[in-house]
């Protein structure tokens, strides 16, 4: 991805995309962030997270951002795509 790409609008979209940065699937993310957190982690509570029907828990955010920022930071340097890319959705 060149620097100029498009970077996802929020932690959660960002999350993912970082995670299956290279053919990793979702469930192998889900699985990994499960195993890291130590607790259970349901692949469609991360769809709720993404569609902003639930808030991640602070652990959860800080795991997003953990893995989401150095994957945002090589593709952009624009602070507001940064920022953005780093917010968790707006809850609905």
């Known amino acids: 991805m060149s620097r100029n ?10 999350w993912i995309e ?12 889900v699985r990994d962030m499960a195993r890291a957190l ?3 982690i349901r692949q469609n509570r991360i769809y ?4 902003g029907n639930r808030t991640p ?11 989401a920022s150095p994957w945002v930071m090589e593709r952009t340097r624009d ?5 953005e890319a780093l917010t968790p959705p707006i809850r609905v």
């Open 5 to 14: 790409a498009k970077i996802p609008a929020n932690l959660v979209d960002t």
């Open 38 to 40: 130590a607790r259970p």
């Open 57 to 67: 828990p602070p652990e959860v955010l800080r795991y997003m951002a953990r893995i």
């Open 79 to 83: 602070p507001m795509a940064i920022a």
């Open 18 to 29: 970082a995670s299956t940065d290279g053919g990793r699937t979702l469930a192998d993310a």
């Open 48 to 51: 709720e997270w993404r569609l």
